[in-house]
């Protein structure tokens, strides 16, 4: 997946507003099977540029390619988590798990048993009859995560997946995130203002500037598969970490 | 307070109301023709029983009631539930239509009878067209909201899962929408029987509102609130099937 010279501008709210520039000019690449992880101050535009690979928007500059091609419109070849659950609340958590394979009229018998393992590997085995209100926060991600794995997608996206959770359901979805890639190899771009998160789960980390967001940073994690939470206590980590503070601070306080 | 005591005290109501009722009949206080006693209803609700009102069963003018009602409000909700999913969904469908919807809200329905019966006469045709008008409002009142209220994540998820828009609509957006419909069906149902007794107090031929004006022209005190109670039971009926159904279709919400 690549990104060239990608801008948004989007026009003024209220007439006699300036227009709004989102993005500017951001090259930003990521390898199959690869990891990376976009930081930035809030409002940076990380989510739009989520929004833009998704396809729910359209850049006003440059180009994206996935998997070589031009993007097309929205579609399971880049399947998104959401920050908000965005469960199907009146369909069960399997019925959730093979929405998009069963509208898009894709074999019963080839789905089915492609969920039962996905809801297994995201440990909600059990819960597969269960409505999303019986569900708590970090299981309803956990169902996403499954519902999104499922269309085999070329690219993963997340954004701020673990954002609305408390600290130590964060970490235990952090912990399932590196066991559920390390089974399935997805190439994942994760956009978070959760440093350590970033660290944690990515091969590498873009770090953006204040709005227009533009790329000031990239830095390679060293970090060798399998890796555990237990990273967060080296020194490496803490070095790292308070490299990406200091630049991220940077940008907060000008 | 306890469950127990809860249905104790509002049990303690009705045996309130009806011994006071009760009372200032058997000690003379109110005129029977003004107010009839418990036992004089009971007699005459036997008596309409047997002989019907009108030259007509009693059975048939509840039926009637209840068919022009459910015509009425079946149609209301045939069209205005897919006209009200559209304009939720569709900017421009909301921009030509809302001024029309906006405008007739605040009107009160009943407001519309005499031009009704100016236009349509006194058949069957005037009060239907009236109930299907004024449960329409409701229903595509509520349903557009609901739409307009379901979080843009939800409809993006479908579509970044490979949905088509006609299946967005249909598994999505129905779905996700259905919880404001069933408020705006329940609202409906309460209407179009209010709407169908006011309608038969001033044009009908056989109906409750119809044996309720019929009988109160008559002096028929009794018979006047026999057509009452049976007015509001059926009411309460209609509105426990509403909440029934709002249950079984709702349960997801885990309310």
Redesign the interface.
């Known amino acids: 997946m690549e990104l060239r010279g990608v801008g948004k501008v989007f026009p003024p709210l209220h007439r006699g507003q300036a227009p709004v520039s989102a993005l500017e000019d951001v090259d930003l690449a990521v390898a199959e099977r690869e990891i990376v992880a976009v930081i930035g101050p809030s409002g940076c535009g990380k989510t739009t540029l989520l929004n833009l690979v998704a396809g729910f928007e359209r850049p006003t500059a440059g180009t994206i390619r996935v998997g070589g091609r031009p993007l097309g419109p929205p579609g399971p070849d880049r399947s998104v988590i959401f920050q908000s659950p965005a469960l199907f609340g009146w369909l069960t958590v399997e019925d959730n798990v093979v929405f998009g394979p069963r509208h898009r009229g894709e074999a019963r018998g080839d789905f089915l048993p492609r969920a039962r393992e996905l809801i297994r590997a995201v440990g909600l085995e059990g819960w597969e009859g269960h409505s999303p209100y019986q569900l708590s926060g970090g299981m309803r991600q956990r169902v996403q995560l499954a519902r999104a794995l499922i269309n085999r997608p070329r690219v993963l996206l997340m954004d701020e997946p673990f954002g609305a959770l408390d600290a130590m359901t964060r970490a235990r979805m952090q912990e399932l995130v590196l066991r559920v890639v390390g089974v399935y190899h997805p190439t994942l771009l994760l956009v978070t203002h959760d440093v350590e998160e970033a660290i944690l789960l990515s091969h590498r980390v873009y770090v953006m500037t204040k709005r227009p967001g533009r790329i000031k940073l990239t830095l390679t994690v060293p970090f060798a598969a399998p890796r555990s939470v237990d990273l967060v206590g080296s020194a490496e980590f803490a070095a790292l970490k308070y490299s990406l503070l200091k630049s991220l601070l940077e940008e907060e306080m000008p | 307070m306890k469950p127990g005591h809860y249905t104790l005290l509002s049990f303690g109501t009705i045996a309130g109301i009806l011994l006071l009722w009760y009372a200032v009949t058997a000690l003379g206080l109110v005129k029977p023709f003004v107010l009839p006693s418990p036992g004089d209803l009971g007699s005459e609700f036997l008596v309409l029983m047997a002989k019907g009102y009108a030259q007509k069963p009693l059975s048939e003018h509840v039926l009637s009631s209840l068919a022009r009602t459910f015509t009425g409000l079946g149609l209301g909700l045939a069209v205005g539930i897919p006209l009200g999913l559209v304009m939720g969904a569709s900017r421009t469908v909301f921009a030509i239509l809302s001024p029309i919807f906006s405008f007739m809200r605040p009107i009160p329905p009943i407001a519309f009878i005499p031009l009704m019966i100016l236009y349509f006469g006194i058949g069957e045709f005037s009060k239907v067209f009236l109930i299907f008008l004024a449960a329409l409002w409701y229903v595509v009142l509520n349903a557009s909201a609901g739409v307009r209220a379901i979080?843009q994540?939800?409809l993006?998820?479908?579509?970044?899962?490979?949905?088509t828009q006609a299946?967005i609509f249909r598994?999505?957006i129905f779905?996700?929408a259905?919880p404001q419909i069933m408020t705006g069906v329940k609202t409906a149902t309460a209407i179009s029987w209010a709407i169908v007794v006011a309608a038969e107090l001033i044009a009908a031929q056989a109906g409750l509102g119809f044996m309720v004006m019929d009988a109160t022209t008559f002096f028929r005190v009794p018979d006047v609130y026999i057509g009452i109670i049976i007015i509001g039971l059926i009411g309460l009926t209609l509105e426990g099937i509403t909440r029934a159904l709002e249950v079984s279709l709702l349960h997801?919400?885990?309310r």
């Open positions: 979080p994540d939800l993006r998820a479908a579509q970044n899962l490979g949905l299946q598994h999505v779905w996700a259905l997801w919400q885990g």
